[in-house]
């Protein structure tokens, strides 16, 4: 009887082991709080809604997703670390990081743990140049957007003094020197280069630096927290130049940061994803949640949907098997249109194009497009 009963109960848990292991597991990682909390946000609610539609669809290849989050804080080694637990937790696909200096050394630790990683917002081209199996991305490139960024300015702001300003960061300086390096090949050369340190508050001394060179125009490689800063201490000191980034400031939290002064700032990022007719029902989902899905959410949105069509497509929930999926060049159905990947993990369709922040008829400033 003793024997049967063990027996028993030993069957019992493999019932529920085998019950736990049909679960695939998802991480989402990024910055859940600190200064860039908005856009963890934007992933981490992405991913949320698209794991709810995809498992009440049956979920994939018969196996329902559970999410995992891991908040980095925006910082490289807390990055690092939510790399770790999510290998100890057997997650075995990444939607993430938000920072291109968070996803370039957490990439390292996915790749040795078997986990495929898909950021929707780290752009800079290290991400994907390292020749690693695991990592992809939705979104464009730094080179990619500050050529358009820097071409524009050449053309816009031609004989104009030009001040080019980052924030020492692999994103944010990156970009920066893409920028650069575009409206310089157009013969357009800066009169200020300067770094600032992210997350200082009184950026007053750079304010200064920029009305002694009488710039016309700020070129910023950064998010929008110093961007807001940057922008409402130039107001405060009678510079009203305007400021011109990229898709780190893709966030209505800018505005709120930048006062009025955020009217007439130009910024670098992909036709609005909210506008794109393959993401009509999922924005609709979103608003009755009273929620805007901006910039990345879309992008986070699409993430799990590749993920889970490759899976189909390879039969497979092998991370390497649908990492060779993605990679072969088919375009796959998202809700920010058709997505193809190279051979690095960059999508074979880069666009960005350019937007003004302007305020409507409602006094609400927002960004854009540019005809």
Not at 333 to 352: C, E, L, M, S, W
Request: charged share 20%.
């Amino acid at each position: 009887m003793k024997k049967v009963l063990l027996t028993s109960v030993a069957m019992i848990g493999l019932v529920y082991a085998g019950a736990a292991s049909a679960q695939i597991k998802i991480g989402v990682a990024g910055p859940i709080t600190g200064p860039n909390a908005t856009f963890g946000a934007q992933l981490k609610n992405g991913v949320e809604q698209a794991v709810e539609d995809i498992n009440a669809a049956g979920g994939i290849n018969g196996q329902k997703l559970q999410i995992s989050i891991g908040d980095d804080v925006s910082d490289p080694k807390q990055g690092v670390s939510v790399a770790n637990k999510f290998a100890g937790e057997g997650v075995k696909f990444v939607v993430g990081h938000f920072n291109s200096g968070v996803s370039i050394p957490a990439s390292d630790v996915y790749a040795e743990a078997g986990i495929l990683q898909i950021t929707p917002a780290s752009t800079n081209p290290t991400f994907t140049e390292r020749k690693l199996w695991n990592t992809f991305r939705t979104c464009g490139r730094d080179d990619q957007q500050g050529g358009v960024a820097g071409n524009y300015l050449a053309d816009k702001f031609k004989g104009k003094k030009v001040a080019v300003v980052h924030d020492k960061t692999p994103y944010g300086k990156g970009l920066a020197d893409e920028t650069q390096k575009a409206m310089n090949a157009k013969g357009l050369k800066e009169v200020v280069y300067e770094g600032i340190n992210p997350g200082e508050k009184d950026y007053s001394a750079l304010v200064s630096k920029l009305k002694a060179s009488a710039v016309d125009v700020v070129y910023f490689g950064g998010l929008h927290t110093e961007a807001g800063l940057i922008i409402r201490q130039m107001r405060d000191q009678g510079l009203n130049a305007p400021l011109m980034s990229g898709d780190g400031i893709v966030s209505s939290e800018f505005v709120s940061i930048a006062g009025p002064g955020a009217e007439g700032t130009l910024m670098t990022f992909s036709p609005d994803p909210r506008k794109n007719p393959n993401a009509k029902d999922v924005v609709a989902k979103f608003k009755a949640k009273n929620y805007d899905p901006e910039a990345y959410t879309l992008y986070s949105y699409a993430a799990v949907q590749i993920i889970a069509e490759a899976a189909k497509q390879a039969n497979s929930v092998d991370p390497k098997k649908i990492a060779e999926t993605m990679k072969s060049g088919k375009p796959f159905k998202t809700v920010i249109g058709d997505i193809g990947f190279d051979a690095k993990g960059d999508i074979t369709r880069p666009d960005y194009v350019m937007y003004t922040w302007t305020k409507g008829a409602d006094g609400k400033i927002t960004y854009t497009e540019n005809n």
